[in-house]
């Protein structure tokens, strides 16, 4: 096993994750967004029947979490209607 005792200055590192890619309109929209209000997103639709669901609502409702914490919402919670579609509203 190789091993190298380095200074912290010698230090070379990647960052982690990726860089957000998040809608400036999506984000622009949840600003306006009031206690009691509910923004429905029916351009984000997606088939409850396809093999993906499970996965793709993870992936659309991290999206819609990241424009609402950009918006300046804390919390919020993503509802999804049976026919697919994401709802959120802040929490």
Same mark, same amino acid.
Request: proline share 0%; hydrophobic share 50%; aromatic share 8%.
């Given at each position: 096993m190789? #091993?190298?005792i380095i200074s912290e200055s010698e230090v070379v590192f990647t960052k982690r994750g990726r860089k957000s890619n998040t809608d400036p309109k999506m984000v622009q929209a949840f600003k306006g967004l009031k206690k009691g209000q509910v923004a429905?997103?029916?351009s984000m639709k997606l088939d409850p029947n396809s093999d993906t669901? $499970?996965?793709d609502k993870a992936r659309v409702s $991290?999206? #819609?979490r990241s424009a609402m914490t950009e918006a300046g919402f804390k919390k919020s919670s993503v509802l999804w209607s049976p026919d697919g579609v994401p709802q959120v509203r802040p929490a």
């Open positions: 190789d #091993i190298e429905r997103l029916t669901f $499970a996965k $991290a999206q #819609i």
